[in-house]
């Protein structure tokens, strides 16, 4: 699937993946996060955890800045002795080495100074790897970090797995209060975590083999649960193709089954408001209307494929990248709508198509009187955010575009 870009960057305005990797990983208690790199990564990482509410913690993110004689001539000794520093100072459990992009130029084995020295310690040594010219954005980022992690879950005893499942690829707060997890709660199925949101100790990560389900809610969580199902034989569901109602039907059915729980008639319900949603807007006679599709941190292409059903035209979609889950409705939508997939993490690079094209809605944060200067309709939704996924962030998209309509 071809993706545009149009701008002479490379990756213009995207946060690469040690943004990522912090975002995860600081703030676990007992871990620290040792960046190896360049003074600037530190300060990109030290201030990024201040702004993301974690400053009681800044502590877990400690930083290898190294000097042109060390660049030249080899890092391995500067490594050893930060280790070694890192271990007698904190003792911490795990130490999570992040290599930048200076670390890759200078192509150094960290694999094999860690492989020389992880026997003289109890602390466990991984390596994450955020080189910004091979992984180009800090979405990326954040699901190397949640697969390596899980390297340390532990195998719990089957026969003694609670009855409660992991919402993995939630980033933000309120997935507990989803439709989904509140209903689950009734039926006696309680949240064993969120992943990475609720990730506050090793202890969190080690026993999220502690349950009979996984559901998964953002790209983000997709490899760590294949993994789980792989090693520990817990079974996920996928609520990701929130545009594909049959699909979503299926996978939420696959809930009940799991749990041995009678939640039919409750996932009746929320397709009936869906069709109920779906009906009312194509009564608005809206075909043929057009949308740039601009989300933050969620599926341009998923809702481009949900909005396609009820006429409106996703022209055009900013993604980071198209993803293995969204490739079938990307091919689809651009076969059939000759819909654009543009890569960019900020907005200046289309800007000038909001008058070239005539666009009716715009998805995703912009500038209001901007949008409004061209007659825009502007719908601002990041389900995510509002801690909704599957069925319930169909009915949120679908709410939102009737509101407007009316």
């Not at 919402?167 to 689950?184: H, T, V």
């Not at 933050?296 to 980071?320: C, R, Y």
């Amino acid at each position: 699937m071809k993706i545009e870009e149009l701008s002479y960057a490379i990756n213009p305005g995207s946060h690469c993946d040690l943004f990522g990797a912090v975002m995860v990983a600081a703030g676990i208690e007992n871990l620290k996060i040792l960046v190896v790199g360049t003074e600037e990564c530190t300060y990109y990482s030290k201030n990024f955890i201040f702004e993301y509410g974690k400053k009681q913690k800044d502590d877990s993110l400690l930083m290898l800045s190294l000097t042109d004689k060390e660049i030249v001539l080899g890092i391995e000794e500067v490594v050893v002795k930060t280790i070694d520093e890192i271990v007698d100072a904190y003792s911490p459990e795990v130490i999570l080495i992040v290599t930048t992009c200076i670390v890759e130029l200078m192509g150094e084995d960290i694999e094999g100074i860690i492989k020389s020295i992880e026997t003289r310690y109890k602390t466990k040594i991984l390596l994450m790897r955020t080189e910004h010219f091979k992984c180009d954005n800090y979405i990326k980022g954040m699901a190397k970090t949640i697969n390596i992690l899980g390297e340390l879950i532990e195998n719990s005893n089957l026969e003694n797995k609670s009855k409660s499942f992991n919402i993995l690829g939630m980033r933000y707060k309120g997935g507990e209060k989803s439709k989904i997890s509140l209903l689950l709660k009734e039926k006696g199925v309680n949240i064993n975590s969120i992943v990475p949101y609720s990730l506050k100790s090793l202890i969190d990560i080690k026993s999220l083999s502690n349950v009979k389900l996984n559901i998964v809610v953002d790209f983000t969580g997709l490899e760590v649960a294949e993994y789980m199902e792989r090693k520990f034989s817990i079974p996920y569901v996928n609520l990701l193709r929130i545009g594909r109602l049959e699909e979503l039907k299926e996978e939420y059915l696959k809930i009940e089954n799991i749990l041995e729980i009678n939640i039919k008639n409750n996932i009746e319900e929320a397709l009936d408001k869906i069709l109920y949603l779906r009906n009312k807007i194509q009564e608005k006679n809206i075909n043929n209307k057009t949308a740039i599709i601009a989300p933050i941190s969620v599926s341009a292409v998923e809702i481009g494929t949900l909005l396609e059903q009820i006429g409106i035209i996703p022209k055009i979609m900013i993604v980071k990248d198209i993803y293995n889950f969204e490739e079938e409705d990307a091919k689809y939508l651009s076969e059939n709508y000759s819909s654009r997939y543009i890569k960019s993490g900020n907005l200046e690079p289309i800007r000038d198509l909001y008058k070239e094209m005539d666009i009716d809605y715009f998805i995703g944060m912009e500038y209001p009187q901007l949008l409004k200067k061209y007659g825009i309709k502007h719908l601002n939704i990041n389900y995510l955010a509002d801690g909704k996924f599957g069925l319930e962030a169909g009915e949120e998209i679908l709410s939102a575009v009737l509101k407007e309509c009316d």
